[in-house]
């Protein structure tokens, strides 16, 4: 009997067809590629159209590129050149392209040049487009931001500290050889004080530096040590001051930059794989979501989110015409300015501040009993009454700043004898009688922000952010992969992080 052998389904690469298959036939009615499709199809492209020039060669359709893009992003395709790649080989890409083949510096072009002042039209557009379905709101956001490794060597740092340090050495040898200048000069050749003694400036560095020339250079008794020392002065000083005040002015109120991605700062990344906390070049992204889908979305040099609450509404206010009627936020953006603002443009601000959560907790009220929030306050004479029923009255106001340039007023109230109080040493450890300082308008606000959070509505808010704007950086970062930007500078980050939202939303609709 012979051997049975196994069976195999036909397998003939050279067979031909009469009516070959379409790219369309290949591709299911329900795949997301068709989404992206038809939601490209429905934008308004007149803005992207615009940025092409009518003389010149043809160029490839911006709707094509697009398309493209955004199917890349879509699946974790981020680099120009496997998006390149993908155009000539991949069933949805060469579907999408018509089977051009754009190479992968049109598609960087495309993505960097292009795309500038309009990718944020587009975004509006698909977000017009799904508020319009009722997937989302517009009027009703969650916001929290992440922090984004730059596309920037981590150890090309320049440090406001460092720059100031080495500004203050350079002062101190010009102060130095400037007292040396006076000690073999003459009394009316050189002023008592270098032009360095107060400010240092590139000018008052080069004043400085072309007066001991004029009084050094023509004594030929000098010390070596001395000429060396004027020497290195003229051939270092006048360069590096210079140096200096370009990187100052391109980190302006910033702590520092990176010198391969200027726009970038120096932050603590969750993502701290050697478990040092060592700081890395990125970008703060701040987004505003409802029910999973990104609404508003803005990038910031300022690693601090209390500082980006004010150009994260201001942007809705552009994108929509209005500020959302109701935000929902973490601690971080729990600040007199945020919560001011917020109330100006009559947002109803269900946003935590920072000791909220541990006021939750019954064994931290007993634990900071003589806090001033703890002593009563007798509004109609404008007294606060210590712990031993003592008076304090107002004896002023103190002005601070915050360093975004916000003012507060602290109104100071001190008590009037603690000397023989049995409580001194337990309600206070300064020495004298107690002063306290409290900001009223900072109080109220708190005081209706608490009530607000505690309402029904508020704790439904609370658990729903958790789960809404936390879960799409989750998404973004752990399941699809992105966690370092591709493009350097603040303007084309927020081109590449704008593909990635629109992106997302439209996965979001598919799923």
Known sequence: MAAQKPAFKPYLQ????????????????????????????????LPLLKAYSIRGASNYHPAMLLKVLLYGYMTNVYSSRKIAEA???????IWLSAMARPDHNTINRFRSVRLKETL???FEEV?????????????????????????????TF??????????????????????HAQSVADLDEIDPEPPTNHTVSSERVNAAVQKLNEVLGEKKNIDKKVRAKLGYINKNFPMNIAKYEAQEAVMGERNSCSKTDPDATFMRMKEDHMKNGQLKPGYNVQISTSNQFIVNFTIHSNPTDTLTLGPHIEQHEQS???????????????SQENYTLLEKKEVEAFVKYSLFDKEQDKNYNSKHSFGANKLFYNAHQDIYICPMGQKMEYIGNTIRKTSSGFEQVLRKYQAGNCSNCPLNGSCHKSRGNRIIEVNMELNRLKAKAYSLLNSEEGKMRRKIRCHD??????????NHGFRRFMLRGKEKVAIEWGLLAIAHNIRKKVA
């Not at 031909?16 to 199809?41: C, G, K, N, W, Y």
């Not at 155009?87 to 890409?93: A, H, K, L, M, N």
Request: aromatic residues 8%; neutral net charge.
């Open 14 to 45: 050279d067979q031909l067809m009469a009516f070959p298959p379409t790219f369309d036939e290949l591709i299911p009615q329900e795949h997301p590629v068709r989404v992206i499709d038809s939601v490209v199809a429905k934008i308004n492209l």
């Open 87 to 93: 155009c000539g080989e991949r069933v949805p890409f």
């Open 120 to 122: 944020r039209k587009v």
């Open 127 to 155: 977000v017009n487009l799904l508020c319009d379905e009722g997937l989302l709101s517009i009027e009703e956001v969650y916001t929290d931001g992440t922090k984004i490794e730059a596309n920037a060597n981590k150890y």
């Open 158 to 179: 320049v440090w406001k500290k460092a720059i100031q340090t080495n500004k203050e050495k350079m002062r101190k040898q010009i102060d130095e050889i400037w007292k």
């Open 320 to 334: 929509f015409g209005k500020a959302p009627k109701k935000l929902t936020a973490d601690a971080g953006y729990g």
């Open 469 to 478: 704007v936390e879960t799409v950086f989750g998404n973004i970062k752990q």
